[in-house]
């Protein structure tokens, strides 16, 4: 059985991306590709290009992460794609489908960068009525362009 704080970490993890990104007006555009980590370092993300749209894959999760999907009847959680259909637009906020592996479903999302370093993310479940925001962070050491 999941315990709770797993299933809400995994929830907010990933369901951060399921509702519009909220706050103040963006200093930086999104596509934000790289590698990201979330607030619990439990699941790196890396947004890359997906033809003229950005993807999210998993690149690592730690055991409790894996564990956790593999309960809700996700296959392995490494390399499970988890955002889709986020087109790579100049704006600030970017839209699309993400999965939720810890429920083994897919939501409306989006993401705003919010500089080189950091991703805000708001999402809400259960027709808004629980919502979380949480701050993703850049892992990877790459270069990051300035649009």
Do not use: Y
């Amino acid at each position: 059985m999941r315990s709770p704080r797993t299933f809400l970490a995994l929830t907010v993890t990933l369901a951060a991306f399921a509702s519009a990104a909220q706050g103040a007006d963006s200093v930086e555009a999104f596509p934000a590709e790289g590698v990201w980590r979330n607030p619990q370092d439990s699941v790196h993300l890396q947004l890359r290009p997906c033809g003229d749209q950005t993807c999210g894959f998993v690149v690592w999760a730690n055991e409790r992460a894996r564990n956790a999907a593999r309960r809700a009847g996700t296959g392995s959680l490494v390399g499970q794609q988890l955002l889709r259909d986020f087109p790579r637009t100049t704006g600030p906020v970017a839209r699309g489908k993400v999965f939720v592996p810890d429920l083994n479903a897919t939501f409306s999302g989006s993401a705003r960068r919010l500089d080189d370093r950091t991703l805000k993310a708001r999402g809400c479940v259960l027709g808004n009525l629980i919502c979380k925001s949480q701050v993703w962070t850049r892992i990877d050491t790459a270069p990051v362009a300035t649009p």
